[in-house]
């Protein structure tokens, strides 16, 4: 299973992204997905998750600015990321937990690279 995450970049205080991941391999169901940031000299951290059911969890910091979604059918995790802030500055990791995979009987988390989230203050 390969997780591959896309639309980091740098924007400007009070602006926006869309971060996008997509799940690939021989998947028959993912539990969680999430978005999960690390910043210089920090630990990594939560950010969102949502279940395969659609409930979501966000951390404070991010409560009314950022939205996290999925399509299930393609096993893929969005999350849109508006007004950033400075202190938004990090690396996102993308992880699905609980995965199932064809011709498996337990299930395992997997991680994405990252995708660098820079905002200029």
């Known amino acids: 299973v390969q997780l591959v995450e896309s639309g980091g970049g740098l924007v400007q205080a009070g602006g926006s992204l869309r971060l996008s991941c997509a799940a690939s391999g021989s998947i028959l169901s993912i539990n969680n997905m999430g978005w999960y940031r690390q910043a210089p000299g920090k630990q990594r951290e939560l950010v969102a998750t949502?279940?395969?059911?659609?409930?979501?969890n966000y951390a404070d910091s991010v409560k009314g600015r950022f939205t996290i979604s999925r399509d299930n059918a393609k096993n893929t995790v969005l999350m849109q990321m508006n007004s950033l802030k400075a202190e938004d500055t990090a690396v996102y990791y993308c992880k699905a937990e609980g995965v199932r995979e064809s011709g498996k009987f337990y299930r395992l988390d997997y991680w994405g690279r990252g995708t660098q989230v820079t905002v200029s203050s």
């Open positions: 949502i279940v395969s059911g659609g409930s979501t």
